[in-house]
């Protein structure tokens, strides 16, 4: 998929346009020339998933905060910033945890919150063959092109539920109250809505108990709810 190059903020404005007319001081000057340094470098910022591509592991990404787009005079004849919102970014590389052959996926989906890293260098050739050792195809630096997606990064309006402080806990598109694995100190748990492992094994181990004592309970019905409890919870 091609990668579309974007332009970081010092190729938008510079510095003989941010100064006020009257004659600046030499700290003035000085000032406006980091501020300028800075603008142009890409560190971290957070953004929003618009469109997912699961074939290619890259996403359209929007950032969330504005950025300046360009310096109005007011009436004093002062630099004012005028703000306004990023282009959608193309094709950003998503991070995917994995390793060995392995790894974690997730259904990622519009409207998901993420935070964009930028790699120092270019990192075209490297992404698209994985070869090690290439020099980059040009000389940007901390820029806008070069942003990786990494996802899990929420704003308070989107907190996760019912956080555990107590178990590590991996679950679903629907929440914890929905399929949800929990790993605690020294046990494991599975469950979903309506039901958990643990009242399944516990029905099987009923039915068990049924048929060795050949008294009690039909260990038909046992054994009927069981397969009910699994089918409940297992897919």
């Known amino acids: 998929m091609e990668r579309k190059v974007l332009h970081n903020m010092s190729d938008q404005t510079n510095i003989a346009n941010t100064l006020p007319k009257s004659k600046p001081d030499l700290k003035l000057v000085f000032q406006q020339i980091t501020r300028e340094i800075m603008n142009s470098l890409s560190v971290a910022q957070s953004a929003t998933i618009v469109k997912f591509y699961p074939a290619t592991q890259t996403a359209d990404v929007q950032p969330n905060i504005a950025q300046v787009i360009q310096y109005l005079t007011d009436a004093n004849g002062n630099p004012q910033p005028n703000y306004g919102p990023y282009p959608i970014f193309p094709a950003v590389p998503v991070v995917c945890l994995g390793g060995g052959g392995g790894a974690i996926t997730f259904p990622i989906t519009a409207g998901d919150q993420c935070m964009l890293t930028f790699i120092d260098k270019n990192i075209d050739a490297w992404w698209l063959s994985g070869t090690q050792g290439l020099p980059p195809n040009n000389a940007r630096q901390h820029d806008l092109s070069d942003a990786v997606a990494i996802i899990g990064l929420r704003s308070q309006n989107k907190s996760l539920s ?74």
Request: aromatic share 4%; no cysteine.
């Open 162 to 235: 019912s956080y555990s402080t107590t178990d590590t806990q991996v679950y679903g598109s629907s929440g914890p109250s929905g399929p949800l694995v929990s790993l605690g100190t020294d046990k494991v748990g599975i469950s979903n809505a309506s039901m958990t492992l643990l009242t399944a094994m516990n029905d099987l181990v009923s039915a068990l108990i049924a048929l060795n004592a050949k008294t009690g309970p039909s260990a038909l019905t046992q054994i009927t709810q069981f397969q009910s409890d699994i089918t409940a919870l297992l897919k």
